[in-house]
């Protein structure tokens, strides 16, 4: 075929998709425009989709550097087969029909990305956070009378971990685009991609954008600064966060949280205030990334659930989320990544 039918029949293929994307892209960016957004706003997210650009080619590099060392050792230390491996490999991912044929998933993709940016800064304006006090009662009733931060930053600190809790939650930007590429690029399964991307851009839609305006919060992290008439249940446990950044590890959660702050403050509509505790996507995209990676290779989504499982401790200790909202995106996730099983299962 050539590289104009295979384009056809790609955007035939993935043309819901795209449909769905699209939506999911021009109506928050209405929604924006509705609460006196103006166009010059929107230069905020190019930034941010150009880093997630520039992070994904790092990774594709890394990858392809890291092909070598495993091929070489595959082949026993025969370089020269290495060599010819290694180009047989690349050829085949990074053929032109190949990339051809993922540019409508990309497109759908990047209007994920795109919608992602926006709909968090409109939570704010739709629905301003209140319900923080239930949220932080909740966790403090479930976890046995305990704000789930006290039981778990001991475990960290005892055994020196709050460098790798840092760095592992600045990682999830990384995993998510890494899935989505691997997804658009590698993966010849459709059926599996599907249920991938339809998942992902699903969550960002169901959770973090109609539950998160419903069940609007900002977490312990920002719980001072949101009500300041109400007594913080979390201020020790910020001092001693702030204690540990300055004498123990640095926590960039804590200065990136300032720079959020800020932007939630700013009378701009359309920013990069990434505000919104409950339910919690770093925790969805994690589980249902690791849903994937485990019909791609069962040892793949064994590390991928463990990290799903970092990233649910990382929340907590970080103050960034309440237990609670990764329980409740588990859950959510789960279920949007069976439904869209069970779509594509009929269809097939």
């Avoid at 039981?151 to 760095?167: F, G, H, R, T």
Wanted: glycine share 6%; proline share 4%; charged share 15%.
């Amino acid at each position: 075929m050539t590289h104009r039918e295979i384009l056809i029949r790609s955007f035939s293929e993935n043309r819901l998709f795209l449909v769905c994307a699209a939506a999911g892209f021009l109506i928050p960016l209405a929604v924006a425009f509705s609460y006196g957004a103006k166009i010059s706003e929107l230069a905020y997210i190019f930034p941010s989709i150009g880093m997630a650009f520039g992070f994904s080619l790092a990774m594709f590099a890394l990858t392809v550097v890291a092909l070598y060392p495993y091929v070489w050792w595959k082949n026993g230390r025969n370089w020269n087969e290495t060599k010819s491996q290694v180009s047989r490999i690349m050829n085949d991912y990074a053929s032109s029909e190949r990339l051809v044929e993922s540019v409508p998933v990309i497109l759908g993709l990047l209007m994920m990305f795109f919608m992602i940016s926006i709909v968090k800064s409109l939570i704010l304006h739709i629905n301003p956070y209140h319900l923080d006090p239930v949220m932080a009662a909740l966790d403090f009733k479930i976890h046995g009378g305990n704000y789930p931060q006290y039981l778990v930053a001991p475990l960290i600190e005892k055994w020196s971990l709050v460098p790798i809790v840092n760095y592992s939650y600045n990682f999830w930007f990384g995993v998510m685009m890494g899935g989505c590429w691997f997804a658009a690029f590698i993966d010849r399964d459709k059926g599996r991609r599907n249920i991938f991307i339809w998942s992902s851009l699903s969550a960002w839609i169901v959770i973090g954008w109609f539950t998160a305006t419903t069940l609007s919060s900002v977490g312990p992290l920002y719980f001072s600064s949101f009500y300041p008439n109400l007594p913080d249940p979390y201020a020790e446990y910020m001092k001693h966060l702030n204690t540990i950044d300055e004498n123990v590890a640095k926590i960039s959660v804590l200065w990136v949280g300032d720079y959020l702050l800020q932007m939630s403050r700013d009378p701009a509509v359309i920013d990069l205030n990434g505000i919104s505790a409950m339910p919690s996507m770093h925790v969805a995209i994690a589980a249902i990334t690791a849903l994937y990676l485990g019909r791609v290779n069962k040892w793949a989504g064994a590390i991928a659930w463990a990290f799903a499982a970092l990233i649910m401790v990382d929340s907590v200790y970080l103050a960034w989320h309440y237990a609670v909202d990764g329980y409740v995106s588990l859950v959510m996730a789960g279920i949007i990544w069976l439904f869209f099983s069970w779509i594509f299962r009929r269809s097939t």
